[in-house]
Structures are given as C-alpha cells and as structure tokens.
C-alpha cells in the first residue's frame, strides 16, 4: 500500500478556505485517493475520493495533480464544527481484500 | 441513517474480566469486517480482518487468544477482548465493507476503559 504524509496538524479561523495536502509518492496505477474525517470518540466518516484531476461533493473539493503523487483536499468556508482529524488513504476504489492503513492525520482546529 | 452500529459505546470493566463488543451491519450483508483500535491522539491501527465463516485473519502482533473474533452471520461481528487490563483500555472501531461498491462504513467505536 502507498505510504501517506500529511502534516501533522492545522489550525485556520472560520470562514476560511482550508487546503489539506497529502504526499503519496508510490501511488499505484489502479490506486485510488480517498478522505476520511474523524470527531472525536467517533468512527471515521468517508468524505471524498478520486482518482486524478477535480472532484467535488458537498462537503468538499479533491485536487490531484497528474503525476498523482499528491492530493489536496479542500474544505471552503470553514466552521468550528469541521474541527476534527482528516485523514488520507491510498488504495485500490473498492479497496479488495486491501487492508486500509491509516497514517497520522491531519488534525484541524479551527479558530473562532 | 447509521450503517453500523457498534454496542456498547463505552464500557468500563475490572482488570481481569472479559468484554465483548458487537458490530452490526444495519444495511447489508457483509462477508469482511475489520476491528481497529485507537489510543488517545493515535491513528487508528487495524487489530483483524474479520471473515465470515471463517477464522479472522490478525494483524502481527494482535494475539489471538485475547482478542477473539467471531462472524457468526453476515452482519455480525464481535470482539471479545478476554482478561482485560487497564493497557487494553482504547477505543475500538469496526468497519464493515461493502461487497458490490467496496465502500467501507465504520461503526461509532466503543470506548474501553478497564480499571
């Protein structure tokens, strides 16, 4: 499974735009980029994926460069209530018998 | 709606005792399930992979014998940690994967505190 490297930690005030980068040099062909957010005492929860260029959804934007090497997951207009640990995973879309690897997380604080 | 649902959400034991907490898949059957767990400000770190019918597969340094892993039915899963001790205290999480999409869905944890 490709290794992932997220910084360790963020802080923003709200109403900003937040970007998330995640490092992710042995990216496979097949691999897949996916976001998961983590509340405290709560199962993480998925937010986004993709495979290379743009994604959006509701919640947020996935920005992957060609070389697919790296991931910046974007969070627009944040709250306090998106203060949580945001995670990165590399792997197969529907992940097979893969076993999910979680590196450290990004931990988001965000400010009043 | 919730797609798991793990029970209890926290449980407080004596050192000594066994604990057993149920993973439930709510909206559709599942073959694989996998147990986490998480310490305070840690990643989460896969325990098992949890296959129904079948022996769960550990994960190096998981014992078996303490953590035992039954998939009786294709939406349950339980985790039994057995003679708890206050290092076991930790936050478990289940997952469970859906086979036609390969989506994963994890349950709320349930958090152990053993004194």
């Known amino acids: 499974l490709a290794k992932t490297t997220q910084p360790i930690s963020m802080d923003s005030y709200e109403g900003q735009e937040v970007n998330i980068t995640c490092s992710h040099n042995?990216?496979?062909?097949?691999?897949?980029i996916t976001w998961y957010q983590q509340f405290p005492s709560q199962g993480p929860r998925f937010i986004i994926q993709?495979?290379?260029t743009k994604v959006t959804n509701e919640v947020a934007s996935l920005f992957i460069p060609a070389d697919r090497k790296s991931s910046t997951l974007s969070l627009p207009r944040v709250s306090l209530s998106d203060t949580a640990v945001y995670y990165c995973?590399?792997?197969?879309?529907?992940?097979?018998?893969?076993?999910?690897?979680f590196g450290t997380g990004t931990r988001l604080t965000i400010i009043p | 709606g919730a797609v798991v649902s793990q029970h209890p959400s926290w449980v407080i034991c004596k050192s000594g005792t066994s604990v057993k907490i149920e993973c439930r898949s709510l909206?559709?059957?599942?073959?694989?399930m996998f147990w986490y767990r998480q310490f305070p400000k840690q990643s989460l770190m896969l325990m098992a992979t949890?296959?129904?019918?079948?022996?769960?597969?550990?994960e190096q340094g998981v014992e078996k014998d303490k953590f035992l892993i039954n998939h009786a039915s294709l939406t349950l899963s339980t985790l039994t940690v057995t003679s708890a001790h206050p290092e076991d205290s930790s936050f478990y999480i289940c997952?469970?994967?859906?086979?036609?999409?390969?989506?994963?869905?994890f349950g709320e944890g349930s958090r152990l505190t053993v004194l």
């Open positions: 949890s296959n129904e019918g079948s022996k769960a597969t550990y």
């Open positions: 995973l590399v792997g197969k879309s529907n992940f097979g018998n893969e076993k999910l690897t």
């Open positions: 909206d559709f059957q599942a073959t694989t």
């Open positions: 997952s469970v994967k859906q086979e036609n999409t390969g989506e994963l869905f």
């Open positions: 993709g495979y290379k």
């Open positions: 042995n990216i496979a062909t097949n691999d897949y």
